[in-house]
């Protein structure tokens, strides 16, 4: 049984021994890519430089959005500060004329409360003597065209507060809209900014090699 074994590996020593692979000939060929190791580095490097210049470019792109968003932010705070002044502004000054007008209404009463005791004591004319037209009659004469004086001048004043009121009121809208339509023009421009921007990084990176072209300067 030994023997057989022996005879076996043996046996199997020698078909390795006549199977074994004989020499590789090939025919020699220049290796690798059709460019230089030294136009390899160098293409290596200039795709380094625009990977670089494109995160600088990225970075700086960064910065600006931010710092727009900041002042944006700036101009609308203080718009509203504005906002909140000019409303208080109209506030104090519709107060101080509601102020006013309960100030004049209350000399009115008292001047015409005034004029009444004055009328209730003169005499009560009778037809002769409103005919004759007495030194009473011309006293009470006086007095209600004094009243109807005042009554006028105060419905004059009245209406003229009413009328400045309404000027302020109409010439704060305006303000308003004006701010509005300006707040509204600086977001489309810092958009239409962006989106620029944004093309442009986009046609950067679908032609690489467009700032390295002659006349870049870097």
Same mark, same amino acid.
Not at 21 to 35: A, F, H, N, S
Not at 170 to 199: C, D, G, I, P, S
């Given at each position: 049984?030994?023997?057989?074994?022996?005879?076996?590996?043996?046996?199997?020593?020698?078909?390795?021994?006549?199977?074994?692979?004989?020499?590789?000939?090939?025919?020699?060929?220049?290796?690798?890519?059709?460019?230089?190791?030294?136009?390899?580095?160098?293409?290596?490097?200039?795709?380094?430089?625009?990977?670089?210049?494109?995160?600088?470019?990225?970075?700086?792109?960064?910065?600006?959005?931010?710092?727009? @968003?900041?002042?944006?932010?700036?101009?609308? +705070?203080? =718009?509203? !500060?504005?906002?909140?002044?000019? /409303? $208080? %502004?109209?506030? &104090?000054?519709?107060?101080?004329?509601?102020?006013?007008?309960?100030?004049?209404?209350?000399?009115?009463?008292?001047?015409?409360?005034?004029?009444?005791?004055?009328?209730?004591?003169?005499?009560?004319?009778?037809?002769?003597?409103?005919?004759?037209?007495?030194?009473?009659?011309? @006293?009470?004469?006086?007095?209600?065209?004094? +009243?109807? =004086?005042? !009554?006028?001048?105060?419905?004059? /004043? $009245? %209406?003229?507060? &009413?009328?400045?009121?309404?000027?302020?009121?109409?010439?704060?809208?305006?303000?308003?809209?004006?701010?509005?339509?300006?707040?509204?023009?600086?977001?489309?421009?810092?958009?239409?900014?962006?989106?620029?921007?944004?093309?442009?990084?986009?046609?950067?990176?679908?032609?690489?090699?467009?700032?390295?072209?002659?006349?870049?300067?870097?």
């Amino acid at each position: 049984t030994c023997s057989v074994a022996k005879k076996e590996l043996d046996d199997l020593e020698q078909w390795k021994e006549d199977h074994r692979p004989g020499p590789i000939k090939l025919v020699p060929q220049r290796l690798g890519g059709k460019e230089s190791e030294a136009q390899a580095r160098q293409k290596q490097q200039m795709m380094l430089m625009q990977s670089k210049y494109q995160q600088k470019h990225k970075r700086e792109e960064y910065v600006k959005a931010k710092k727009a @968003a900041e002042e944006a932010e700036i101009l609308k +705070k203080k =718009a509203i !500060q504005r906002e909140k002044a000019e /409303r $208080l %502004e109209v506030k &104090k000054r519709q107060q101080e004329m509601q102020r006013r007008e309960m100030f004049l209404e209350d000399q009115y009463y008292k001047t015409n409360e005034l004029l009444n005791r004055l009328d209730l004591g003169l005499p009560k004319s009778d037809s002769c003597q409103i005919a004759n037209r007495g030194p009473e009659s011309t @006293a009470w004469t006086r007095s209600h065209t004094y +009243k109807q =004086a005042l !009554q006028e001048d105060e419905n004059r /004043r $009245l %209406e003229e507060m &009413k009328q400045e009121q309404w000027r302020k009121a109409e010439l704060m809208e305006f303000k308003q809209k004006q701010e509005e339509e300006a707040r509204t023009r600086a977001h489309q421009n810092e958009q239409r900014r962006v989106n620029n921007a944004f093309l442009d990084r986009l046609q950067n990176k679908t032609q690489p090699n467009s700032i390295y072209q002659p006349g870049y300067s870097g």
